[in-house]
């Protein structure tokens, strides 16, 4: 349903339009490092998977999916700083702030999230629905329930559960269903839901993965929830309940699917996707944590 590869060009002449060759080298190679070779771009597919059910082009919904991924990849580059996570693997390589040093990696997270607005003034020019795209992904962005709350979640005491994963994972992939359905001239609001839910279930799994899955299979560090202190579905939930609610998540995602054209192909789509990207959390591998305590 979705071609990564046309995603993958496209994102490429941004790249290009976007740090032009003559930016400071560092700053360049840094960005270049940060979105290439990306992760599994699920946010930018489920942008262009629902603006083709609603009846767009992928050419209609690129500039979205390339706003959303580089939203994305800023926010991977700020979580690893020292000051957060200090992390010194992603996506199987070194972090930006490991290869670059943290001065270049605050201003290339600092770049990415520019580039995302830029991406969509510049590629959703002249359009109606401009406005409120930038309103929709500043939101997603944002300190009242974006990803800078979902950080500044981390900083406070008691953070609850819903609302820190909501605002850190949720908001992200709400925003990019709406804005899917906005770039193809729908209502983006009946599309929260669904893109909550998948975003739900995405952090859950992830939860679930820092607890059994190793740094080797996952690319990055794990154990992460623990050593920061930070909630996680599985401190609250414990490791099978975690589980239970992730499948169950999964299948209510798919209630949640508003009508459209394409609906039949994209529930398709989304039960393939969903169970392939959940598929190593539902596993019943043990916890890290008790294999510890047992040892
Ligand atoms: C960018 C405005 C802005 C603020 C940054 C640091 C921060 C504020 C927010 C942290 C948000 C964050 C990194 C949440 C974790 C979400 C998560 C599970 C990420 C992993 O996503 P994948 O697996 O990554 O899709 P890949 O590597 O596949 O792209």
């Known amino acids: 349903m979705v071609r990564i590869d046309a995603f993958e060009s496209a994102l490429a002449r941004s790249f290009r339009r976007l740090v032009p060759s003559d930016a400071p080298p560092r700053l360049r190679a840094a960005v270049r490092h940060a979105v290439f070779p990306g992760g599994a771009r699920v946010r930018p597919r489920l942008v262009l998977a629902v603006a083709q059910a609603c009846g ?44 670059f040093g943290e001065p270049i990696a605050v201003l290339c997270g600092d770049g990415l999230i520019v580039a995302a607005f830029d991406e969509l003034a510049h590629g959703f020019a002249g359009r109606d629905m401009l406005g409120r795209a930038v309103s929709l992904l500043a939101a997603a962005a944002g300190a009242g329930a974006g990803l800078v709350a979902g950080q500044a979640w981390e900083e406070e005491p ?23 359905a906005l770039a193809a001239g729908a209502e983006p609001r009946p599309w929260r839901p669904l893109g909550s839910a998948f975003g739900e ?44 609610r992730l499948d169950a998540i999964r299948s209510r995602a798919l209630v ?19 169970s392939g990207l959940f598929a190593r959390a539902l596993v019943r591998t043990p916890d890290r944590m008790d294999a510890s305590l047992s040892a």
């Open 256 to 274: 949640l699917l508003p009508p459209c054209p394409g609906r039949d192909e994209l529930h398709s789509w989304l039960a393939q996707l969903m």
């Open 56 to 99: 767009a082009t992928p050419e209609d919904a690129m500039p979205a999916a390339i706003a959303i991924e580089l939203l994305h990849c800023a926010s991977l580059v700020h979580d690893d700083l020292p000051c957060f996570d200090d992390a010194q693997l992603r996506r199987g390589r070194p972090t930006v702030h490991a290869r």
């Open 158 to 180: 008691q953070p609850v559960l819903d609302r820190y994963h909501r605002a850190k994972t949720g908001v992200l992939f709400e925003a990019a269903a709406a804005l899917g």
């Open 201 to 244: 279930g995405f952090q859950i799994a992830d939860d679930i993965l820092d607890r059994t899955a190793s740094e080797f299979e996952l690319g990055k560090p794990v154990g992460q929830d623990v050593s920061h202190a930070r909630p996680s579905a599985v401190d609250e939930l414990g490791l099978e309940r975690a589980r239970a």
